[in-house]
T-cell receptor, first 114, second 113 residues
Framework: GAVVSQHPSWVICKSGTSVKIECRSLDFQATTMFWYRQFPKQSLMLMATSNEGSKATYEQGVEKDKFLINHASLTLSTLTVTSAHPEDSSFYIC??????????FGPGTRLTVT | RKEVEQDPGPFNVPEGATVAFNCTYSNSASQSFFWYRQDCRKEPKLLMSVYSSGNEDGRFTAQLNRASQYISLLIRDSKLSDSATYLCVVRVGTSGSARQLTFGSGTQLTVLP
């Protein structure tokens, strides 16, 4: 099956700093990667859709200047949370898909901003 | 109105019980339907796709009613290991942004010994 990894699995940072989260498809080339955020006891909310080599498409209400997405290759996408604040503390999950295929989810990154 | 709505839960059932989850979706253009399972602090994992004719996978049976825009999941002979949050998920299409998945808020199931 398709494997997607995320790094780091958890991170604690101070308010005002930036955090980068990596999402990698390990055994396939992902045409599209998705970034989700999940707050406690809530469902996954799509933040942005990222296609290799092009700008990410952000969902309404998601600040593109705060959540920087780079999709430089078919196996790697990064999400950088800039100037993080405590309200950005959440579970960030990426998924990757081949054309028309199901989405394969990474194990998630738990971000805590103090 | 949420795009995908589920039973609020939580459901606490004894081992061996049969439990049913319901879900409704608002976008009539939705084409694909799924049930995912999410364990605490883990990523969601695909449990099964849902087809109009209904489909079964072992103890799990999924039903879809397009006219009512309603999806269900039935778990028979529930096991302790079934304890998780069950997410109802829909997708509008298969290309471009339509491939995005829309998740329900999930229904928490706890199977008690």
């Amino acid at each position: 099956g398709a494997v997607v990894s995320q790094h780091p699995s958890w991170v604690i940072c101070k308010s005002g700093t930036s955090v980068k989260i990596e999402c990698r498809s390990l055994d396939f080339q992902a045409t599209t990667m998705f970034w989700y955020r999940q707050f406690p006891k809530q469902s996954l909310m799509l933040m942005a859709t990222s296609n290799e080599g092009s700008k990410a498409t952000y969902e309404q209400g998601v600040e593109k200047d705060k959540f920087l997405i780079n999709h430089a290759s078919l196996t790697l996408s990064t999400l950088t949370v800039t100037s993080a604040h405590p309200e950005d503390s959440s579970f960030y999950i990426c998924s990757a898909t081949r054309a028309g295929d199901e989405q394969y989810f990474g194990p998630g990154t738990r971000l805590t901003v103090t | 109105r949420k795009e995908v709505e589920q039973d609020p839960g939580p459901f606490n059932v004894p081992e061996g019980a049969t439990v049913a989850f319901n879900c409704t979706y608002s976008n009539s253009a939705s084409q694909s339907f799924f049930w995912y399972r999410q364990d605490c602090r883990k990523e969601p994992k695909l449990l099964m796709s849902v087809y109009s004719s209904g489909n079964e996978d072992g103890r799990f049976t999924a039903q879809l009613n397009r006219a009512s825009q309603y999806i269900s999941l039935l778990i028979r002979d529930s096991k302790l290991s079934d304890s998780a949050t069950y997410l109802c998920v829909v997708r509008v299409g298969t290309s471009g942004s339509a491939r995005q998945l829309t998740f329900g808020s999930g229904t928490q199931l706890t199977v008690l010994p």
